[in-house]
């Protein structure tokens, strides 16, 4: 009946595998230990996945207060719109994100919510590896401001990866605090700040190799690159102070990373407990015991400890490894316009170019609704109903369609241009709508295909863009190469080309463990498309969005 | 024989009723329940189990739903026995709307109050923006702030700020959302009781006088939390703002509960709104529950433990203090230590200048 992540035993070990299995950034919340109804001594938490990191905290609390926590996980820019649309009444009793910055810009979404309660804290920091800081001139790094960030990025000296600000609150809380430091903007950013501070905020960008729909991917994809070379190695990470300090507890000494907050100000995540007005008295008492449990002194020192994140109550100390020097908190932006504006910016105008490559299983099984379903997956992402960035295909974007089944059917390529990007998004609709089902399944000789055209549209253009590729399938590779054949195609790319992930999609029959192997291979994440609601197709290609 | 004893049962049920009535006691079919609705920065007081005992030794039980004080007058209160919201203009709303006619009773009452770390306050002292008294009680000058404000003045123009990573960008109060914490829009009323040059404001003329400043203060720090409890553990927390506004009781319910507040200093604005914590009966018992709450000796001592400050029983609030070692220094006397009440302006006008400074 509890869900499984708090009742189990032996969580701290277990809290940080959660944390870097990192699995927010669906669009649907995953609820499936959720009691359907409220029930006495049950909270149900709409969360970011970032609490998971609690699990053993919250197994005490109830043990202490009878109060059963049971969470959904998504993610904080789009809990904020379940919250908003009302989604949130009566499935759930309280919510629980880093932040409610964004959340609260919506008139509907504060008047959905009350008792907000900050629970813990932490700032947005950058880990750099610590072997890099001398080379840079940077000392023990309690002196840098985001300006000499961005200076060591535009001039190659430094890489990192940063979770996409339209989906999670780490990129989110990045993109505003520097976006302020290089705007000077004393106060709440303005739309005239943000187009100030654009040149500086491209040169800063050229240094993100790798982003991600969360943060806890992008501390697993870090480790990963180092321990077995998948992927793309990056000096830094923007990420959470406590997420930092975390992996560090993880990572051999070589790859560590010194935590660095900007001396020019930083914007801070302090995890509000906040009940839903809607909410019924049980889950209110329900939701008082176990907020004054998790503010008790002896309470918040465990968290501190544990989670490294620091407390809300002055009398504990942060813990260990935690600096108590201040900073200044940079204002988040006053109203939806700034912040929307600022992301469409960051997606379409600010971050590096996108080249992004889609292997389309057409085979004859996919003929009727699974079809309909791709088609339709595809076609919102060439839409322009697209309110934060989250998912069309942005400006400069390069997008390549590889429809294949018994062989690759046709090689679309669509530059959309940096500015008046209908027209190229009509002609990836008639592309798309155009597609027909038949043949079989030559999947690995496909996607080396894919490798190889990346390569070719890379030395053609000469240029430096995020790559990536999806595969989706619906079935397992019985025509062309093999799997063995695939590992040694890939064994004798160029590094450039291994820097390449790919993100598999699951789909109807398709053979799971070949898609991990392809993902785990090449530094990618594995997305299931397999769910039963309408439009699960449809969440997923939206949420691999966050990672290309 | 039977019937004898069931009178002489019924003799000593009536003699055990009027015993207990006679001594304020309460068999539990003596105890009333009274629902109300209060603001949530009274929830821990109303829980404390002393409070709840003392209630239902006065024959009450009260059970309590929370809701921001602000929102309080548009909430329906059908079924509630009294309303408790933390400052006046809601009370005086609510009392509009139901045509209460009976006098609203005021047990306690806390001001606003500016708080900041010790270091940043030795900076407010060198720049004239903030004295200190012979007693150590702290004064935040709120014409020279709104001065600074007017002028655009940062942080790093000011004197002595070298070497405090935390003292740059703009110089402003960082205070809760005034469209839905009464924190946030009691301040806009002071802010606007001295821009329209001491004045309260009760006109378009002078709303439009002051709008271009409580604008400014209002935008300039983008984003706004919405009750006040948030801005004070992110103080506490070591993130957040310089300066922060909070309640005084705040800060004085840790302090007089043996809490540590850090290097917290407590400056009192020079003019300045307190919330008036305002009781307003709905039913009988509801009256009979708020004039308990401000006459009880019992519990007047224990809303001074949350820091709050009696207002028929000034001492309460300096007792509960009596002893506690800490940093944070508390006036005894406000008026005695200079400082004023700005008046606020009635609900619609205050309405008024909250939808101006939030550009609405």
Known sequence: MRTRAIRRGGLAAAALALLLTGCTGDPKPREEDLSPTPKDGVL?????????????????????????????????????????????????????????????????????????????????????????????????????????????????????????????NSGFSALVAVASAFSGASAALTDADVAKATPSLQRFFTGQKLTSGSSGWLAQAYQQAYRTGAGNRVDALVNYESVLLSLNRTLP??????????????????????????????????????????????????????????????????????????????????SRAVADGLLASYQNELRRPSRTVYVLDTSGSMEGSRLDALKRAMARLAGADDTRAVRRFRDREEVTLIPFASEVKAERVHQVPASAPEGELSAVQADVQGLTASGGTALYSTLEEAFRVVARQQAAAGDDRFTSIVLMTDGESNQGASEADFRSFYGQLPAG????????????????????????????KLFDGTGQAAGSLDGVFEEIRGYQ | MRRAGGVLAALLLLAGVAFAILHGQTGTERTVTVRGLIGSEKLDFFNDPAVVDELKARGFKVAMETTGSWSMAGSSLDGYGFAFPSSLPPAEEIRRQRQISTEPVRPFYSPLVVVAHAPVADVLLKNGLATKGSSGVWTFRMGDYLAAVQAGRTWQQLQDTAGHADLSGALYIRTTDPATSSSGALHLAAVAYLANGGTVVSDDASLAKVTPLVQKLTQMQGDQKTSSDGPFK?????????????????????????????????????????????????????????????????????????????????????GALAGRQSPAVFAPDLSAAGIRQAPVPAFGMLSKLIDAAKGR
């Not at chain 1, 900050?118 to 920091?125: F, G, K, L, W």
């Not at chain 1, 015991?289 to 490294?308: A, H, P």
């Not at chain 1, 080309?497 to 990618?524: H, S, Y």
Request: glycine share 10%; net charge negative; proline share 6%.
């Open chain 1, 44 to 168: 149900r938490i709409l969360a970011g996945s970032e609490l998971q990191d609690m699990a053993p905290v919250l197994e005490e609390a109830r043990k202490a207060t009878g109060v059963t926590v049971q969470f959904a996980w998504t993610g904080s820019l789009d809990g904020a719109d379940t919250v908003s649309s009302g989604r949130a009444d009566g499935k759930y009793d309280a919510v629980w994100f880093p932040s409610e910055h964004y959340l609260r810009l919506d008139d509907a979404a504060k008047s959905e919510l009350v008792s907000q309660t900050p629970v813990m804290v932490s700032p947005v920091a950058v880990g750099v590896r610590s072997g890099m800081l001398s080379e840079l001139g940077w000392g023990d790094g309690s002196q840098v401001t985001w300006g000499m960030l961005g200076d060591a990025a535009a001039a190659g000296k430094l890489t990192y990866g940063m979770a996409d600000p339209s989906r999670s």
């Open chain 1, 253 to 334: 000494a070589a790859d560590r990373l010194t935590v660095i907050r900007p001396v020019d100000g930083v914007v801070s995540a302090d995890y509000p407990l906040s009940l839903l007005a809607s909410a019924g008295q049980p889950a209110r008492d329900s939701f008082q015991r176990l907020t004054k449990y998790l503010l008790r002194t002896d309470v918040q020192q465990r968290i501190s400890e544990q989670t490294l994140r620091r407390p809300v109550t002055a009398e504990v100390a942060p813990a260990a490894g935690l600096p108590t020097d201040r900073r200044r908190e940079l204002p988040f932006p006053g």
């Open chain 1, 497 to 524: 080309g291994r820097t390449v992930p790919v993100f598999p999609i699951l789909f109807g029959e398709a053979a799971k463990g070949q898609l991990q192997g392809i993902a785990d291979l090449t530094g990618g």
């Open chain 2, 234 to 318: 992110d103080f506490l927390s070591g993130i957040g703002d310089p300066l922060v506004l909070v309640y005084e009781s705040q800060v004085a319910a840790l302090v007089a509960q043996g809490r540590s507040t850090g290097d917290l200093v407590v400056l009192y604005p020079d003019t300045t709104v307190s919330s008036d914590h305002t009781a307003i009966g709905l039913t009988p018992d509801g009256d009979r529950l708020a004039g308990l709450l401000r006459d009880d000796e019992k519990l007047r001592a224990l809303e001074a433990r949350y820091g709050f400050r009696p207002q028929a029983d000034p001492g309460a609030f300096t």
